[in-house]
């Protein structure tokens, strides 16, 4: 469950931070940097946000099965 908690938080901070380096390209903030890479940076980030965010998910459900089969046997 804490594990979990923490996966969350990672997740969420993976979003927070890739979105803020998304923008910062897409503001042209360094000229440098081509305006593709922030929507690189967006997808990237969201997607690794979505697979931390579904790993959680599965790992809440099988923690409350597991905890339902074994309330059931005893």
């Known amino acids: 469950m804490i594990s979990s908690r923490l996966l969350k938080i990672s997740a969420w901070t993976f979003l927070l931070f890739g979105l803020i380096q998304a923008i910062a390209i897409l503001s042209r ?3 440098s ?38 309330k059931e046997r005893l």
Do not use: H, Y
């Open 29 to 31: 903030i360094d000229k």
């Open 33 to 70: 940097i081509p305006v593709a890479v922030g929507f690189v940076w967006i997808i990237i980030s969201g997607s690794i946000f979505l697979l931390f965010n579904m790993v959680t998910l599965m790992a809440d459900l099988l923690l409350e099965i597991w905890q339902f089969l074994k």
